[in-house]
């Protein structure tokens, strides 16, 4: 079946600081690859996605690359800022199903 | 923009309860979903919707109940609240691409 690691949170920065959130995965298939970010006190919301391999996500500064000779894709962020701070899940899917799966969440907090 | 609401942010219940947690989607999606999220295990599927009055379980189903009378409403049923159904809940909706789900805000119940 299908399954998400994500690296184990939290994960605390200051400010301008790189960011690399670890993900792979194992799967069927050639899944697409998913970024979701949660804001505190709110749903979540896609942050970024890639559907073939070699493919790189962005948004928001935030960039991720399908690798799947490793089975990965981390998330990384050149400079953060305090609003950068959330949860970060790390999701897939394989075509003709809908569902997700998510990985366990990683816990970002930025300090000015 | 796709909007998806819950019908509260907050809930509080009483154990042997009938609760009905209601979702909203307003963009015609076909696919709708209902995870709990609770902190260390990300978001765990309960039950999804690939139409009206269909159903399918997830990987927790025990416990719940859904219903799907309309295309644009979901609703999660628990039928007789226990202190370990205290979680956040999630609905999400989806057209037919595979994994791009949007969430709504979210349904802190707690059971007491």
């Known amino acids: 079946g299908n399954s998400v690691t994500q690296m184990e949170g939290p994960v605390t920065l200051s400010e301008e600081a790189f960011l690399t959130i670890n993900c792979t995965y194992t799967?069927?298939?050639?899944?697409?690859l998913f970024w979701y970010v949660q804001y505190p006190g709110e749903g979540l919301q896609l942050l970024l996605k890639?559907?073939?391999?070699?493919d790189k996500g962005s948004n928001k500064g935030f960039e991720a690359t399908y690798r799947k000779e490793t089975t990965s894709f981390h998330l990384e962020k050149g400079s953060v800022q305090v609003s950068d701070s959330a949860v970060y899940f790390c999701a897939l899917s394989n075509f003709g199903n809908e569902k997700l799966t998510f990985g366990t969440g990683t816990r970002l907090t930025i300090i000015p | 923009d796709v909007k998806v609401t819950q019908s509260s942010r907050y809930l509080v219940k009483r154990t042997g309860e009938k609760v009905f947690l209601e979702c909203v989607q307003d963009m015609d999606h076909e696919n709708m979903f209902w995870y709990r999220q609770d902190p260390g295990l990300g978001l765990r599927l309960i039950y999804f919707?690939?139409?009206?009055?269909?159903?399918e379980k997830g990987d927790i189903p025990e416990g719940y109940s859904v219903s799907r009378e309309k295309k644009e409403r979901f609703s999660l049923i628990l039928e007789s609240a226990s202190t370990n159904q205290t979680s956040m809940y999630l609905c999400a909706s989806s057209f037919s691409a595979a994994g791009l789900e949007y969430f709504g805000p979210g349904t802190r119940l707690t059971v007491t």
């Open positions: 890639a559907t073939k391999a070699d």
């Open positions: 919707s690939y139409d009206v009055k269909m159903k």
């Open positions: 799967a069927t298939g050639y899944p697409s």
